[in-house]
């Protein structure tokens, strides 16, 4: 079976060991993309999964909170006092904190990350959808840079 290097490079990054730190390298030095494609495919796949991890997990814990009375006492004790503690400022506030979260392109610090903490800070996607993408962004051209050993390789982006 023959899959395009395009579609194994948005897989590589769609899933949550690899997202697009590993995906953007694998695309330019074993897949033989260039930077522009390995950066948008790179992209494009890391950030697939994120609407249906902001949209399906508040589900999944209410359900859990119903069917587990101790994943209820848990849930209710940090994760919705945390709501109400913080409110609409953190909202905002949030935005601006995921970007860079997922921006820095160390382990445990990309997208998948950062939707699971949007759900459980109860930060609206309105914002967090908007940081996430910004941090995918700049942690793109970031391990594009990296990649490639010059900043003057994301010259095609400007």
Do not use: C
Not at 16 to 38: Q, V
Not at 51 to 73: C, G, N, Y
Not at 85 to 107: D, N
């Amino acid at each position: 079976m023959n899959v395009s290097p395009q579609l194994m490079t948005a897989a590589l990054a769609a899933l949550p060991l690899t997202e697009l730190r590993a995906a953007l390298p694998i695309a330019i030095g074993s897949f033989g993309l260039d930077a522009g494609s390995a950066f948008f495919y790179s992209v494009v796949g890391n950030l697939v999964p994120v609407p249906f991890v902001i949209w399906l997990l508040p589900s999944a814990i209410a359900w859990t909170s119903r069917h587990w009375a101790w994943a209820h006492r848990t849930l209710d004790t940090y994760f919705f006092r945390l709501k109400a503690k913080h409110g609409k400022s953190f909202e905002r506030a949030g935005m601006v904190a995921i970007a860079i979260f997922v921006a820095i392109p160390l382990p445990g610090t990309g997208a998948w990350t950062a939707a699971v903490l949007s759900v459980l800070f109860a930060i609206s996607p309105r914002y967090s959808i908007p940081g996430i993408v910004a941090g995918v962004l700049g942690a793109g051209m970031i391990v594009l840079s990296i990649t490639t050993g010059t900043l003057g390789a994301l010259s095609w982006i400007l």
